[in-house]
């Protein structure tokens, strides 16, 4: 069974970082294309950053230089390191495997001075 558990939200001020993590099981992540889509209310779903099997990395333009997708395949797990925040990165953070219809819980990641 396919399942996601994101951890490493929280609040922060403008200019600060945080790492998120996703937990993953059911699948080995280092097989599928792997994504980091967010959504803040009143918006549409965000993908902001895609890991493919390879290691290749690709980036939203709104979060490029900012963001870095990895991976542990020993534990894994997905990450999702974020510096520079701005208030507009506020939204829950979600990992999912491309294709997938199952949904973590998310973890809410809060950007204000």
């Known amino acids: 069974q396919v399942q996601f558990v994101e951890s490493g939200g929280g609040s922060v001020q403008p200019g600060g970082s945080l790492r998120l993590t996703c937990a993953c099981s059911g699948f080995q992540l280092s097989d599928d294309i792997m994504t980091w889509p967010r959504q803040s209310p009143g918006t549409a779903r965000e993908r902001v950053a895609t890991l493919a099997p390879g290691g290749a990395t690709f980036y939203n333009n709104s979060v490029k230089g900012r963001f870095t997708v990895s991976r542990d395949d020993g534990k894994n797990t997905m990450y999702l390191q974020m510096n520079s925040l701005k208030p507009e990165d506020t939204a829950v953070y979600y990992c999912?495997?491309?294709?997938?219809?199952?949904w973590g819980p998310g973890t809410q990641v809060t950007v204000s001075s």
């Open positions: 999912q495997k491309y294709g997938s219809t199952t």
